[in-house]
């Protein structure tokens, strides 16, 4: 069965610095992930997806991800934090093959403080 | 070129009522999905319609019924509402590979 974990219910990060958001995932053959951001009151947003090719995988607002395989991760990564990227992050996998839906993580909050 | 859209952004049921929300696909989309998250969780998949039929169900009691209109379009039904269906209830339509969300509609069962 598909799954995700993120094992940081809190992450806090200085203005300016780099941050990261940790997502690690099991899955039956290869997998499909992506993340999305949530503000508060809000539907979830798109930032980026691992599908197939490079590890290294760059999406909106100048996040990135980087997807390792023999770790089974796919952290959320960006290089200089703002206080705007203060949201609630989620971690998602696709369901088995011929299945669309998505299996979330129970989401990171991140607080970058200025 | 107009996102996922929701309706109504509120609602306040009481236990046992019935209710109905909406959910317009993103342009050119026409598989909807319908996801619910509680407090302090991530979103769990409910069901998903494609050519309006149900092709997929997560875990969730036959009291959550769903419908797709011939222009994509769909409606969530929760029947016997219980004080733990209060949730956000998300719509997606999805894309090529990645799946895109509406606002959400807060329910809340008093």
């Known amino acids: 069965a598909q799954s995700v974990a993120q094992p940081e219910d809190q992450v806090n990060v200085a203005e300016g610095n780099p941050l990261t958001v940790k997502c690690t995932y099991s899955v039956s053959g290869n997998p499909y992930l992506f993340w999305y951001v949530q503000y508060p009151n809000r539907g979830l947003q798109f930032l980026l997806k691992?599908?197939?090719?490079?590890?290294l995988v760059k999406g909106s607002y100048g996040f990135e991800a980087e997807f390792n395989k023999s770790q089974t991760s796919f952290h959320l990564k960006k290089p200089s934090a703002l206080v705007s990227d203060s949201a609630l992050y989620f971690c998602a996998v696709k369901g088995q093959t011929g299945a669309n839906n998505l299996f979330f993580g129970t989401g990171t909050r991140l607080t970058v403080i200025p | 070129d107009a996102g996922v859209t929701q309706s109504p952004t509120h609602l306040i049921k009481t236990r046992g009522q019935q209710v109905t929300l909406r959910c317009s696909p993103k342009?050119?989309?026409?598989?909807v999905s319908w996801y619910q998250q509680a407090l302090g969780q991530g979103p769990q998949f409910i069901f998903q319609y494609y050519e309006e039929e149900e092709r997929q169900r997560g875990n969730f009691p036959d009291r959550f019924s769903g419908h797709q209109f011939p222009n994509y379009s769909s409606e969530l039904n929760v029947n016997a509402l219980l004080l733990g269906d209060s949730a956000l209830y998300l719509c997606?339509?999805?894309?090529?590979?990645?799946?895109?969300f509406g606002q959400g509609t807060r329910l809340t069962v008093v």
């Open positions: 997606a339509s999805r894309g090529s590979t990645e799946a895109f």
């Open positions: 342009s050119g989309h026409d598989t």
């Open positions: 691992y599908i197939t090719g490079d590890n």
